[in-house]
C-alpha cells in the first residue's frame, strides 16, 4: 500500500523557516505529481503547491516569493521550503501523490504534520 509520512513541522516564530519533507513508498508504477496542500482551524483544506513528473511547479499566489516545492531524483521525497514564515502560515500540512498503478490513476494523503507561527 502507498504511504506518504511528512515530517519538519513544529513552532516557529514569525519571519521564521522551515522545511517540510514528505517521504513516498509502496507500489507505484509513475508518479503524475505530488503536492502540499494546508488546512487552518475552521477553514477548508487548500492547495500550497504542486510539482509534476516533468518538473513544473504551480503555487498559491499569496505564497510565491516565500514557499519553493521540490523533489528528489527518484520522487521518493518531496519537499517545501517556507521562509518568511506568518502567522497565518499556521495550518496543518498535507502531502498529496497522484499515481498510475496497472494502468490506472490513484491519489492518497499523508496524515500531516502541523506548523504553527507564532511569537
Known amino acids: 500500500q502507498v504511504q506518504l509520512v511528512e515530517s519538519g513541522g513544529g513552532l516557529v516564530q514569525p519571519g521564521g523557516s522551515l522545511r517540510l519533507s514528505c517521504a513516498a513508498s509502496?507500489?507505484?508504477?509513475?508518479?503524475?505529481?505530488m503536492a502540499w496542500y494546508r488546512q487552518a482551524p475552521g477553514k477548508e483544506r487548500e492547495l500550497v503547491a504542486r510539482i509534476t513528473s516533468g518538473g513544473g511547479t504551480a503555487y498559491s499566489d499569496s505564497l510565491k516569493g516565500r514557499f519553493t516545492i521540490s523533489r528528489d531524483n527518484a520522487w521518493n521525497t518531496v519537499y517545501l521550503q517556507m521562509n518568511s514564515l506568518k502567522p497565518e502560515d499556521t495550518a496543518v500540512y498535507y502531502c498529496n501523490v497522484r499515481y498510475i498503478r496497472f494502468s490506472r490513476q490513484y491519489e492518497h494523503w499523508g496524515q500531516g504534520t502541523q506548523v504553527t507561527v507564532s511569537s
Open positions: 509502496g507500489s507505484i508504477s509513475s508518479i503524475n505529481a
